[in-house]
């Protein structure tokens, strides 16, 4: 498989100098895989905090959507009365 260049290469390293390549590459290989499992600084409560607030303001702006909603379909003299009960229902 490899080409007569390659193996004349590959032949001029010594048995001691591939043996320690070799042993930089299995260490370069070990200090990867500890950085990738420590890489991620977010514990799983951190990720249910961040979920529960993306949650919280999507509920937030469900709110504010249903009271247009809710004012596009009365009269305007009602506006005021059905925006005052939606913002006292997010409280």
Do not use: H, Y
Request: aromatic share 8%; with cysteine; charged share 15%.
């Amino acid at each position: 498989f490899f080409s007569t260049a390659a193996t004349d290469k590959m032949a001029i390293v010594s048995a001691g100098a591939w043996a320690e390549l070799t042993a930089q590459v299995t260490a370069l290989q070990q200090e990867v895989d500890t950085l990738k499992t420590a890489g991620n600084p977010m514990t799983n409560a951190d990720l249910d905090t961040l979920w529960l607030m993306l949650c919280a303001i999507v509920v937030f702006f469900m709110q504010t959507g249903f009271t247009m909603l809710e004012c596009g379909s009365c009269r305007a003299k009602n506006v005021v009365n059905i925006v005052f009960k939606n913002s006292m229902d997010a409280c």
